[in-house]
């Protein structure tokens, strides 16, 4: 899972353009050849025994017609990959080793959403929401952006909630909380700057609409789920 850069694979004589986030693929003695171009890339990997590989293709995991795919749903797929990241701190490994593949699993799953309805066509959403996760700091007034990329406010909403399942603000946060995740995860910031980084001018609220959504407060997050460092 390619999470951040982008690159090139290559496979049986094809090559495959690499954008992050998307997911490359390797079948039990095949060679294949990929990596970033221009500087380095952000990737997370599982490794299965060739036995699975039959009943990976039975489940709908893989496909060898479509050896690289988007990840339709970033923010989800962090999700899991910090859930992951704090199962490296438990001390029981019996109860570890059977988390990682549901964890992992999940995690592949969620890379596997169908393609959203108008994706492709509708390049001013696709615009928007790509400022959004670029600039998630940002005080994003929607009107403003629906103008920018050619809709009155009404049609930004409607066919973004028929492209993303959700409002727009409603997706704006999620973003927010799951790089606010991930940075409690990874970084040693303080609560404050994480909060300012992912859009929360606000400490108390940024505390609080994070334990509403993510069940945990920010610093309990951290405990759970950090890496030891």
């Known amino acids: 899972m390619i999470l951040r850069g982008h690159g090139e694979f290559h496979r049986k004589g094809q090559t495959w353009t690499i954008n992050a986030p998307c997911v490359i693929t390797q079948w039990p003695g095949e060679w294949v050849e ?7 890339w952000t990737e997370w990997y599982c490794v299965y025994d ?10 709908g995991l893989l496909d060898p017609s ?13 999700l899991h990959l910090s859930e992951f990241a704090g199962l490296t701190r438990s001390e029981d ?14 995690a592949i799953l969620s890379t596997w959403l169908p393609p959203e309805p108008g994706w492709q066509e509708d390049s001013g959403i696709r615009a928007a929401a790509k400022a959004l996760r670029e600039n998630l700091a940002h005080s994003w007034d929607f009107a403003g952006l629906a103008a920018r990329n050619g809709y009155s406010l009404t049609t930004f909403r409607r066919r973004w909630v028929a492209i ?3 409002p727009p ?20 910031l303080r609560i404050k700057e994480i909060a300012a980084l992912t859009g929360f001018e606000d400490e108390l609220y940024f505390s609080r609409r994070f334990h509403q ?17």
């Open 169 to 188: 603000a409603d997706f704006l946060r999620h973003l927010r909380l799951t790089e606010a995740c991930r940075l409690l995860v990874e970084s040693r």
């Open 66 to 78: 479509r050896p690289v795919w988007p990840v339709a749903d970033p923010a989800s797929l962090h």
């Open 164 to 166: 993303f399942g959700r």
């Open 50 to 59: 060739r036995s699975q590989f039959r009943a990976f293709r039975a489940r």
């Open 93 to 106: 490994p019996g109860w570890v080793v059977d988390m990682v593949d549901r964890v992992a699993e999940r």
């Open 213 to 229: 959504d993510i069940g945990h407060s920010p610093r309990d997050y951290r405990r759970i789920y950090r890496l030891s460092r």
């Open 34 to 40: 990929y990596g970033p171009l221009d500087g380095s």
